[in-house]
């Protein structure tokens, strides 16, 4: 096995670990709004400050990620990140459960800062559309998550034996990325500029807001699709679990076929094509109560969000290639900025008006992802033969 395709593997364990513990945490958020009781209103305020960890956080790890490389980075966060995840598990009043998911998403932040920095390196020596497979790989982590969570919901299992073991995976993600990438692979011309971290102006900001759309998407689902199944389909609790899966296995499905997708279609009519998806999607979700259209539902939505957000890691990274990290961080605020704001939204909107309400406004946010399509039609895919 040649250095790359232990980079390569390095990188996939590195997201299906931040994956793995994302994915773990939001199966679990019933168990710990039954155990605090939160309303709606209540539950969405934890999870701002889960996203306002996030979000504090790529600045700093955009920075750190060109001053110490992004293996590194990603290294020393697969150590740490377990701990706030733990944490979680043992928080027994409001306070301490809201620090604990503060760091939770600070940690979970700046890992998908290093790690799609890193992704973008390979991605670029190798001269293939490896980011959606990487991204795949994030989907695959959090299904196995949300299926541990099950699989402890349905066995009883205490919350803080379940978390403490999904974090031992953290060991041999951190031996094998210590031992597999001391070489980095690095952009030539990388460290020629110290830019600091900027908000994206221009086109890269078109860019961003349509990672947005998307990742508020696909952060809702994670934490509203079992409740939407159960409140306006009228499903059973086994039912409505079952939502989030077939989400996650379409998402995942969608992005191991990235590259071949982009090959045959062109940038351009990918992102058409899988925006349209997602606003069929929705549209049935809305429109109509029946709990197999809304599986379909939930499929064509996993596959409408799939791909897009890591094109636009690629053209974040294409854009700013001398600050790679800088540049992932700026599209980060919005891409995982969405994703952890997507279920507060969600939360609040539905708290005013009604769940079917809230999950409109997806349909809003698939059109202007249609309209915003030609912003990426300088991202290339290069195919080695």
């Known amino acids: 096995m040649n250095h790359i395709s232990k980079q390569i593997i390095s990188v996939s364990f590195v997201f299906i670990f931040n994956g793995l513990l994302f994915g773990t945490w939001a199966s679990r958020i019933p168990k710990i709004n039954e155990l605090f009781n939160f309303s709606e209103m209540g539950l969405s305020a934890l999870l701002l400050l889960l996203a306002a960890g996030a979000i504090s956080s790529f600045p700093i790890a955009g920075r750190l990620t060109d001053k110490i490389d992004a293996s590194r980075l990603s290294m020393w966060l697969c150590i740490l990140y377990p701990i706030p995840f733990v944490l979680i598990s043992l ?28 992704g973008t390196e390979i991605e670029s020596v190798e001269e ?27 066995l009883n ?21 210590r031992k597999n990438s001391n070489k980095q692979v690095r952009i030539a011309t990388k460290n020629e500029s110290k830019q600091t971290f900027s908000f994206p102006r221009g086109k890269l900001l078109l860019v961003a807001l349509v990672a947005f759309s998307c990742a508020l998407g696909e952060g809702a689902m994670a934490d509203w699709a079992s409740v939407y199944m159960f409140s306006e389909v009228n499903s059973t609790h086994a039912q409505a679990a079952l939502a989030y899966t077939i989400f996650s296995i379409f998402m995942v499905l969608t992005r191991l076929g990235g590259q071949r997708i982009i090959t045959v279609l062109g940038v351009v009519n990918t992102v058409k094509t899988f925006a349209v998806s997602s606003m069929v999607g929705a549209t049935l979700l809305v429109t109509i109560t029946n709990i197999y259209i809304s599986y379909f539902a939930f499929a064509l939505l996993g596959i409408g969000y799939a791909i897009i957000m890591p094109l636009a890691f690629s053209k ?60 990426f039609n300088d991202v290339r895919n290069k195919t080695k033969t």
């Open 128 to 154: 293939k559309t490896l980011m959606p497979f990487f991204h795949a790989m994030f989907s695959f982590g959090a299904g196995v998550g949300a299926a541990s969570g099950i699989l402890a919901a349905a």
């Open 91 to 118: 928080s027994d009043s409001v306070i301490l459960l809201a620090v604990s998911l503060f760091l939770f998403g600070w940690i979970h932040g700046a890992m998908d800062v290093s790690m799609n920095a890193w």
């Open 316 to 375: 974040a990274a294409k854009i700013n290639k001398r600050n790679t990290g800088t540049a992932i961080a700026g599209i980060a605020m919005f891409a995982y900025g969405g994703m952890l704001l997507g279920p507060v939204l969600i939360g609040v909107l539905a708290e005013f008006s009604s769940l079917k309400s809230a999950f409109s406004t997806f349909i809003i946010l698939s059109v202007f992802v249609l309209l915003s399509s030609n912003q």
């Open 157 to 177: 299992i205490e919350l803080f034996v379940h978390f403490i073991i999904v974090s031992l995976v953290a060991i041999p993600v951190y031996v094998w990325v």
